[in-house]
């Protein structure tokens, strides 16, 4: 079994024991975020490589609200973004490390912005620089970002419906149970993904969504290009619609996340004429038709805004089906560094003595 493979095994579990902390010791710390956002005349959500895509499922809780928020990716937010007066920056990142948060830590301090932290690493110095640190606690993934992907993204959610005020013993409840319905899903989906005739090994992957789940459609290309170090796109599925169809080829791979609730008609239609122009689907949704696709995942129950904290599960263990076929290995990074903590070029430098 691959290292991969185990950190998506026990994922559930993970995030059901970070949900339960912040629902309990550390729940302090989430009412004192949530007034820190509820007070910013701005505010902003910034992270890089899978902690930016876990931005992507906390700016959804915002954006479903109505209330104004940027969401800017890392290293952009060094090049070109000023920061508004009195601003607020939720940060989302792993290590604290990476070399364009440490940047910008610099810039919140000049620009007078209050610093929220999502992090794994209490003392990094985002972890230093944040007037609150929200601690995951949870145990970092072998190589690829699997848990930890997951868990900023699920903390970012509970700071969001806090500070929006929509979080409650119910919901709580109910995540728990997807949760655990997930874990128990997992080698069923397994299964599915080694009998299904879905993949291919050089065919280019699209991968469409919608509102939170768009972060599991932007992670899921990184999976593919990290994990099985194959080329894939990400993109809205509105957005798709508009020009890109026209690549559309026998043989070529689509994975679509489905909505529980909204355009749902409007997107299976979407993956109906993907299937007659030749193309092959992978779904990922609630109460999906078995035959509306190549390959069919049907998540448990979990409210609708929520799904992206359990439809990258299937994404993941496909990364690492993939893998296998392309004979590539899913556990180390031939060129990347785990945390990249400089801004030169692309190729680690062997160390004195190596």
Known sequence: ?????????????????????????????????????????RLYITGIGSSWHAGMAVLSFFHASGRATDLVEASEFDYSTQIVAGSTVIVLSRSGRSIEIIHLLGKFRRAGARVIAITNTPDSPLAQAAEVTLDAQAPFDHFVSVSMYSVLALIGGLLATTALGTWDDALNKSLHESLMASRSALDGWVQQIRRSSWFSREAPTYFLARGGSLASCHEA???????????????????????????????????LWIDADRKRDQDLAVAADIRKLGGKVLLIGQDLPQDAGDLVFALPE?????????????????????SHIRGVDCDSFHICSYIVEDEHGLIREPMPNS
Do not use: Y
């Not at 099985?228 to 026209?246: C, D, I, L, V």
């Not at 979990?302 to 990258?312: G, K, S, Y």
């Open 1 to 41: 079994m691959t290292e991969l493979m185990k950190d998506i095994l026990k994922e559930p579990e993970v995030l059901s024991g970070s949900m339960a902390r912040f629902c309990g010791q550390e729940r302090k710390a989430l009412q004192k975020a949530a007034q820190i956002i509820n007070e910013a005349e």
């Open 221 to 255: 290309r990184l999976l593919w290009e990290e994990a099985a170090k194959a080329p894939a796109t990400a993109m809205t599925t509105g957005g798709f619609r508009h020009g890109p169809q026209e690549i559309i080829v026998d043989g070529f791979c689509f994975g």
């Open 302 to 322: 979990i409210p609708a805004i929520w799904q992206f904290l359990i439809d990258i599960f299937p994404i993941q263990l496909a990364a690492e089906q993939l």
